[in-house]
């Protein structure tokens, strides 16, 4: 069930980011950053929350820029009832240092965000 909701979130992200001008053109969704853990210890949980529109759908990567192969994904969440979605992660023990990237989209059924963030891990 979570991959077909993925993969329509997916989906419905392409179709409204490649609409002309008009009525299905997508809006901007509001994502606004509650807390992204930064520095992270290498084998420590780095944790990222965010706030943005309820019942919005949100998916992304974070990954090492030195060892881009160390990449976790960030599992699709449905954003609650308070307005907010929190994804917790391990950083490998063995981890590169240095910045890690994130990369979360989000999408409801007429607006569409994309966020690009950074954190640190030591």
């Given amino acids: 069930m979570k991959r077909i909701w993925v993969t329509i979130l997916l989906g419905l992200m392409i179709i409204v980011g490649m609409s002309g001008t008009g009525a299905a053109t997508a809006r901007n969704l509001d994502i606004d950053i509650v807390t992204l853990k930064s520095?992270?210890?290498?084998?420590?949980?780095?944790?990222?929350?965010?706030?943005?529109?309820?019942?919005?759908?949100?998916?992304?990567?974070?990954?090492?820029?030195?060892?881009?192969?160390?990449?976790?994904?960030?599992?699709?969440?449905?954003?609650?009832?308070?307005?907010?979605a929190t994804w917790s992660?391990?950083?490998?023990k063995s981890?590169?240092?240095?910045?890690?990237?994130?990369d979360l989209q989000c999408a409801t059924s007429t607006k569409n965000a994309r966020l690009h963030l950074a954190f640190k891990v030591q």
């Fill in 95 to 102: 981890g590169a240092t240095g910045e890690w990237k994130i």
């Fill in 89 to 92: 992660w391990p950083v490998p």
């Fill in 39 to 84: 520095p992270v210890l290498a084998g420590e949980m780095a944790e990222l929350v965010i706030r943005t529109e309820i019942g919005a759908m949100c998916l992304g990567n974070a990954w090492s820029e030195v060892q881009p192969s160390q990449r976790v994904q960030l599992s699709g969440k449905t954003v609650h009832d308070k307005g907010q």
